[in-house]
């Protein structure tokens, strides 16, 4: 079992709608908690990233983070076309003085008109 | 935007054959990871550097790969010799703290 599961999809959604994606994970010493979003022959970027438990929200972006049930979850509101990429989760904890993410497979996303 | 910058974004090559693959980190950035992605396996780390100390490779196959940061603007990972299952996209990312940012990957074709 990988330290971090993440069903690949795809996930294919109409314009407009709320996306849920998610993650859970094994390791308990990951305090930080983040989500990257790649494009077709891209690199991954940061979309945003949270520390233990609770909500963050980034426009129509909200994370959130269940450290008692080692789950996190993205939502995206009012999906657009442009969203349709993969979204790979991530998670850190302390290691050596360094925190190295550990990434989920990703979740491919798409939006249709 | 400051970015990180690989070369090159494509490389077809024999078996056998050495490929390096180079990157710029961001400056300022303290951390230096490498990086490859395949649709089976996702992302996997193979090394990383601190402040230009190699702290982990243990993701590497040591006797074909290895990793340097001769100096603060260039990071290098080598493959000698390459094999058909290095096939991959190999990504360096630079991060300070919680910020990783990734460069476009070199995308490695061994025949």
């Known amino acids: 079992q990988k330290e971090v599961e993440q069903d690949p999809g795809p996930l294919s959604v109409p314009e407009g709608a709320i996306v849920s994606l998610n993650c859970t994970y094994s390791?308990?010493?990951?305090?930080?908690f983040m989500w990257y979003r790649q494009y077709s022959r891209k690199g991954p970027e940061l979309l945003m990233y949270?520390?233990?438990?609770g909500n963050k929200e980034d426009g129509r972006f909200t994370a959130q983070v269940d450290k008692s049930s080692k789950y996190i979850s993205l939502f995206i509101r009012d999906s657009q076309p442009s969203d349709s990429a993969t979204y790979l989760c991530?998670?850190?904890?302390?290691?050596?003085?360094?925190?190295?993410?550990?990434f989920g497979r990703g979740t491919s996303l798409i939006v249709h008109p | 935007d400051a970015r990180v910058t690989q070369t090159p974004r494509h490389k077809v090559t024999e078996m056998g054959q050495e490929v390096t693959m180079r990157c710029q980190p961001i400056?300022?950035?303290?951390?230096v990871f490498w990086y490859r992605q395949t649709m089976m396996q996702g992302l996997e780390l193979l090394a990383y550097f601190r402040n230009r100390a190699p702290l982990d490779d243990s993701g590497m196959p040591k006797d074909r790969f290895s990793a340097e940061m001769p100096d603060a603007t260039l990071a290098t990972l080598k493959i000698q010799p390459s094999e058909p299952r290095d096939s991959a996209v190999y990504f360096c990312a630079s991060g300070l703290g919680q910020q990783t940012t990734f460069g476009s990957g070199t995308r490695l074709t061994v025949v």
């Open positions: 949270t520390y233990s438990s």
């Open positions: 390791n308990s010493a990951f305090q930080y």
């Open positions: 400056l300022g950035h303290n951390t």
């Open positions: 991530a998670m850190s904890g302390p290691s050596g003085g360094s925190y190295i993410p550990t």
